[in-house]
């Protein structure tokens, strides 16, 4: 990409005054650094957070879930800010939503 833009700045005839093409300007430039950075890093970071707070928010009894500290369970009770995942038979661990990593759903009986 930086590449073409050098071609198209050298390839630009140069006006009399000797400023040369608006490609070169440095305020060019570093808009263009600005919404690559946007379109490459910012915007797809927002999509994976809203998708993961869908994910969060619709959380369920019975669903699978994988937790940051890497810890499978199962959704057994859903609080307001918490989750109960049942890691073992008669044993539940509490942890707070943002530590769900994935979640993976309940299949169902019919397959």
Same mark, same amino acid.
């Given at each position: 990409?930086?590449?073409? #833009?050098? /071609? #198209?700045?050298?390839?630009?005839?140069? $006006? @009399?005054? +000797?400023?040369?093409?608006?490609?070169?300007?440095?305020?060019? =430039? =570093?808009? &263009? =650094?600005?919404?690559?950075?946007?379109? &490459?890093?910012?915007?797809?970071?927002?999509?994976?957070?809203?998708?993961?707070?869908?994910?969060?928010?619709?959380?369920?009894? $019975?669903?699978?879930?994988?937790?940051?500290? +890497?810890?499978?369970?199962?959704?057994?009770? %859903?609080? @307001? /800010?918490?989750? =109960?995942?049942? %890691?073992?038979?008669?044993?539940?661990?509490?942890? @707070?939503?943002?530590?769900?990593?994935? %979640?993976?759903?309940?299949?169902?009986?019919?397959?």
């Amino acid at each position: 990409m930086i590449s073409l #833009l050098n /071609t #198209l700045a050298e390839a630009a005839p140069a $006006g @009399d005054n +000797g400023s040369g093409s608006l490609l070169g300007s440095p305020f060019v =430039m =570093m808009g &263009l =650094m600005i919404v690559m950075f946007y379109f &490459l890093l910012i915007r797809p970071q927002q999509r994976q957070r809203k998708e993961q707070a869908a994910r969060i928010a619709a959380l369920k009894n $019975g669903d699978k879930v994988i937790t940051t500290a +890497g810890v499978h369970g199962i959704v057994h009770n %859903v609080k @307001d /800010t918490t989750v =109960m995942v049942k %890691v073992a038979e008669g044993t539940n661990l509490e942890f @707070d939503k943002a530590a769900v990593a994935s %979640v993976v759903k309940k299949e169902s009986k019919g397959e």
